[in-house]
């Protein structure tokens, strides 16, 4: 065989093994892509869960939580097949000492409408608040489940969400006796 007929072979075969290795590297880098999860990813997926179980009325001093608090998703660690503990920074007005300051003051009890103009106040005024919680995604086939802790719950209520269900706690023993 001739060198010219030598070269254009070793041409042919170098370019078929490029080709190949390009396409496996294409493969590869499309199969990550597509399984990653990103925390932007996440985040729209919990702030969907975290809506679609926490709505309430615009009435309400609830709602006003929606506005004043939030999360920002920092970190994703993959535990074991389909199930992920989420790292978030919650942010938050931290509203338990005047939410307790407030109950402390009632001499009777108000109408709904005073406590939740009362709380508004105190959402309104109070410090916003950061602190790290975590929640658990488990992947399904329909997308994902998430599991909100009750630390998560509580910085997402002004820090107040287990003192409020203590209290609650309370009124039902003393309703029983």
Same mark, same amino acid.
Request: include cysteine; aromatic fraction near 10%.
């Given at each position: $065989?001739?060198? &010219?007929?030598?070269?254009?072979?070793? %041409? +042919?075969?170098?370019?078929?093994?490029?080709?190949? +290795?390009? @396409?496996? @590297?294409?493969?590869?880098?499309?199969?990550?892509?597509?399984?990653? !999860?990103?925390?932007?990813? $996440?985040?729209?997926?919990?702030?969907?869960?975290?809506?679609?179980?926490?709505?309430?009325?615009?009435?309400? =001093?609830?709602? #006003?939580?929606?506005?004043?608090?939030?999360? @920002?998703?920092?970190?994703?660690?993959?535990?074991?097949?389909?199930?992920?503990?989420? &790292?978030?920074?919650?942010?938050?007005?931290?509203?338990?000492?005047?939410?307790?300051?407030?109950?402390?003051?009632?001499?009777? #009890?108000?109408?709904?409408?005073? $406590?939740?103009?009362? !709380?508004?106040?105190?959402?309104?005024?109070?410090?916003?608040?950061?602190?790290?919680?975590?929640?658990?995604?488990? #992947?399904?086939?329909?997308?994902?489940? =998430?599991? =909100?802790?009750?630390? =998560?719950?509580?910085? $997402?209520?002004?820090?107040?969400?287990?003192?409020?269900?203590?209290? %609650?706690?309370?009124?039902?023993?003393?309703?029983?006796?």
């Amino acid at each position: $065989m001739s060198n &010219t007929k030598k070269t254009k072979r070793s %041409i +042919i075969i170098v370019s078929v093994i490029s080709i190949l +290795i390009l @396409v496996a @590297v294409v493969s590869v880098l499309l199969v990550t892509s597509h399984n990653k !999860i990103t925390n932007e990813k $996440m985040q729209q997926e919990i702030e969907l869960a975290w809506t679609e179980a926490n709505s309430y009325d615009d009435n309400s =001093f609830m709602s #006003k939580f929606d506005k004043k608090s939030s999360f @920002v998703v920092t970190n994703i660690e993959k535990r074991e097949d389909d199930c992920y503990t989420i &790292t978030c920074t919650v942010s938050s007005p931290d509203i338990l000492d005047d939410l307790i300051k407030y109950q402390g003051q009632l001499t009777s #009890k108000p109408t709904e409408k005073e $406590m939740n103009q009362a !709380i508004e106040e105190i959402i309104s005024k109070a410090s916003v608040k950061q602190s790290q919680h975590t929640v658990t995604a488990y #992947k399904t086939d329909e997308g994902f489940s =998430f599991e =909100f802790n009750s630390e =998560f719950i509580n910085a $997402m209520y002004g820090y107040s969400y287990d003192y409020c269900k203590s209290q %609650i706690d309370e009124l039902m023993k003393d309703l029983t006796k």
